[in-house]
């Protein structure tokens, strides 16, 4: 089928037109697949400015309406991209959490005597030899106040 061709089907079918705003909307930021991180940042610091603006009291009705219809567009692209360049991969083990906690804590492997037990037995749930019991788990779950399934994750 020509161009031309396709014009005129097209040309017949009535559908009303986009208020300008979601023209202006739709040529600022097109609706298409994400190819570069660049992209990605324009399109990002476009629905900041958009987010903010529809928590703006003073934006009218119908211009919320249509940055919330454009946002419910224009995101899928943005998950897409994000979903390829940074796939969610498996989260921390309970292991690596403990170690985190300790650094950001500035705790010592001596200060789970209550929730592990002994330096030992710490050293070997760090170095991996040992596994994080669901004891464990509550007890430092209860102590950093973090759901204890991340101190059961494997």
Same mark, same amino acid.
């Given at each position: 089928m020509?161009?031309?061709?396709l014009k005129k089907q097209i040309s017949k079918i009535h559908i009303k037109e986009p208020d300008p705003f979601f023209l202006f909307l739709i040529k600022k930021g097109p609706l298409r697949p994400i190819k570069n991180k660049e992209s990605h940042a324009q399109y990002l610091a476009l629905v900041k400015v958009l987010m903010r603006a529809l928590s703006d009291e003073q934006t009218?009705? &119908?211009d919320n309406e249509t940055m919330r219809r454009y946002l419910s567009l224009l995101t899928p692209f943005i998950e897409n991209f994000e979903a390829?360049?940074?796939p969610a991969g498996k989260g921390p083990s309970g292991r690596e959490m403990l170690a985190y906690l300790i650094e950001q804590?500035?705790?010592g492997q001596n200060d789970f005597q209550e929730e592990i037990g002994t330096q030992p037995y710490v050293s070997a749930i760090l170095a991996g030899k040992k596994n994080i019991t669901e004891k464990h788990a509550v007890n430092l779950s209860n102590r950093f106040g973090i759901n204890v399934n991340v101190?059961? &994750?494997?």
């Open positions: 020509t161009d031309v061709m009218n009705k &119908a390829k360049k940074w804590h500035d705790l101190f059961l &994750a494997k």
